[in-house]
């Protein structure tokens, strides 16, 4: 295992963790909206996926866990090599190159770690039920006597508070920008990189990050004209 952590410690070895770790999280990120968007399909819809997930018991908690150390594998690896990044140049450049550099790639740590923050408030609004408690305790009760958690109207009217609509998008911007640069960069990463492709690549990171934000930006939107309705509980 000794040559794992020297791979490790190398700047190469820590970029390849990054990617790694960035392509999972992506993953959950496209997972995490397919199951959103089905709030579009109304109260049952999202009630049943929810009530899915939660028969799941241990494994939810273990898919839980296995998200957080791969958050954290992430997080930590990206200041340490922003620390070793900083470290190579304690000297500031006597003149700075004019060249651009986009916003998202010198933000990338003050965003992941404004994100982190933000999935912290998420959680405990939608999963722990500390924001708004009396959202999280909604049921969906059926003539047989069978209740469930109203996740649909949970969402709608957090949604409706206008400043929980507006720090989520808030949040999804920085996400969007996050991935501008971190979707396009896994290329260069795993040397995917090509002459012939570099436009295409290039459009890559912009492209998904907008159809990600996209995505998740649609919901509170909807909730908040209307579009996605309340419904009378049964």
């Known amino acids: 295992m000794s040559w794992v952590c020297r791979l490790y410690r190398s700047s190469l070895g820590a970029k390849y963790v990054m990617a790694s770790t960035g392509l999972l999280l992506f993953g959950f990120l496209i997972a995490h909206l397919l199951g959103n968007l089905q709030m579009f399909a109304g109260p049952d819809a999202v009630n049943s996926y929810a009530e899915k997930l939660r028969a799941l018991g ?22 340490r090599l922003a620390q ?16 651009a550099v986009k916003p998202a790639t010198k933000t990338m740590v003050l965003s992941g770690l404004v994100i982190l923050a933000y999935v912290v408030y998420h959680l405990a609004h939608f999963t722990w039920g500390v924001v708004q408690a009396d959202h999280a305790s909604l049921t969906e009760k059926f003539a047989d006597g069978h209740e469930r958690h109203d996740v649909y109207s949970m969402v709608v009217l957090g949604f409706r508070t206008w400043w929980v609509s507006a720090s989520y998008l808030v949040a999804l911007v ?12 896994v290329f260069q990463t795993f040397g995917l990189n090509h002459a012939k492709y570099a436009c295409a690549i290039k459009m890559t990171g912009p492209a998904i990050a907008t159809l990600i934000f996209l995505g998740y930006a649609s919901i509170p939107v909807a909730c908040w004209l209307g579009l996605i309705p309340l419904v009378e509980a049964r």
Not at 58 to 79: D, E, F, K, Q, S
Not at 174 to 185: E, M, N
């Open 58 to 79: 241990p494994l939810l908690w273990v898919a839980r866990i296995g998200l957080l150390v791969i958050a954290g594998l992430h997080i930590a690896t990206a200041l």
């Open 84 to 99: 070793r990044n900083d470290a190579a140049r304690p000297v500031a450049y006597a003149k700075v190159a004019q060249r």
């Open 174 to 185: 920085l996400l969007a920008l996050h991935l501008c640069h971190g979707v396009t960069s």
